[in-house]
């Protein structure tokens, strides 16, 4: 059997990331890569194999899926995104196409869970209450009433793949979880809120997961939900910063010290110079880190390779992207 034709199109640091000598090796078995690595649109648009390729695999740095490309491409039937988000490389001309897509979000969204996971524990137990007191007193803090990881409230804004992990995880502490989540009909093991207030009115700790659709959901976290947080409570940010209410958020944390906040991504990003985010003392900025990063990016190049190997075997594909599923997704 004569293997697919195949090529690259992602940014070069992404391609060395993700897949290693042994994923390499394994692409070479599979697909006939030729010399097709290629960093543009226009660079794979002069590719002399560009009608026979039947597989692009992409990652960071992949141009937008236009019809210009893809209509040079009529023999395209598979593209395995070696990253997260996909919303930046599809468009309704891709969709029209019925061309396969996979993407790696599933194996990238297991360091976010980790990453949120961390965070609720230190919050639960008073990690930046006994930091801000030990520095400012140099003794520990005399009194532990409402800490403890055990039993807590967690709240979670959006329940995709990322909050299921993120519960999944946290089982063992007998938690209540709280889910905001307006596409989510009923899942177990959770107490659903009809309003984001009343979900941050009943957590210790809230963490975002709901995608960001820009203009339909900016500053969807606003002044009102963000007030109601009860004393001690801590808010996790590993989604996008456009969901917050910046500002708002700002002005309770300086009004409310007992308040904490864990920012892994802002709106813009990095926070401009002279925010307050970096003074204020009841904030963690961390610079987008939750997902996958160094060591932790070659999961998603074996990901993409078990794929492609289910599509070669004609098997079901487990982390195929469709348009609907696309349109509630990150």
Do not use: C
């Amino acid at each position: 059997m004569t293997a697919p034709a195949a090529a690259f199109l992602l940014d070069p640091g992404a391609l060395d990331a993700v897949f290693g000598p042994a994923e390499h090796a394994r692409l070479d078995e599979l697909l006939d890569m030729g010399q097709d690595v290629h960093a543009t649109a226009d660079s794979l648009l002069g590719s002399p194999r560009l009608e026979q390729i039947e597989v692009l695999i992409a990652g960071w740095g992949t141009p937008r899926l236009r019809r210009e490309l893809l209509d040079r491409m009529p023999a395209l039937k598979l593209v395995l995104y070696s990253a997260g988000s996909i919303r930046h490389l599809v468009t309704e001309d891709f969709w029209q196409r019925g061309i396969g897509l996979v993407s790696a979000a599933d194996a990238n969204n297991d360091p976010v869970a980790e990453y949120v996971v961390a965070h609720t524990v230190l919050a639960l137990k008073g990690e930046h209450r006994a930091m801000a007191h030990l520095r400012a007193t140099g003794t520990l803090l005399p009194d532990h009433t409402g800490l403890g990881i055990d039993r807590r409230r967690i709240g979670l804004v959006g329940f995709g793949s990322i909050a299921r992990k993120v519960v999944d995880r946290l089982s063992r502490f007998e938690h209540h979880i709280g889910v905001w989540d307006p596409y989510l009909d009923h899942a177990d093991g959770v107490h659903r809120y009809e309003t984001l207030t009343e979900l941050f009115a009943e957590s210790d700790v809230v963490s975002i997961h709901a995608p960001w659709i820009a203009g339909e959901n900016d500053r969807m976290i606003d002044a009102q939900a963000l007030a109601a947080l009860p004393h001690g409570a801590t808010l996790i940010n590993t989604a996008r910063g456009a969901l917050v209410d910046e500002e708002a958020l700002i002005a309770l944390l300086r009004e409310r010290p007992d308040l904490y906040a864990v920012l892994d991504v802002t709106w813009p990003e990095p926070p401009p110079s002279g925010s307050p985010l970096y003074d204020l003392g009841n904030v963690t900025l961390t610079g987008h880190i939750a997902g996958s990063i160094g060591t932790e990016r070659q999961a998603l190049g074996r990901l993409v390779l078990g794929e492609l190997q289910r599509w070669l075997d004609g098997q079901e594909l487990q982390h195929q992207v469709t348009e609907d599923r696309a349109r509630l997704r990150a």
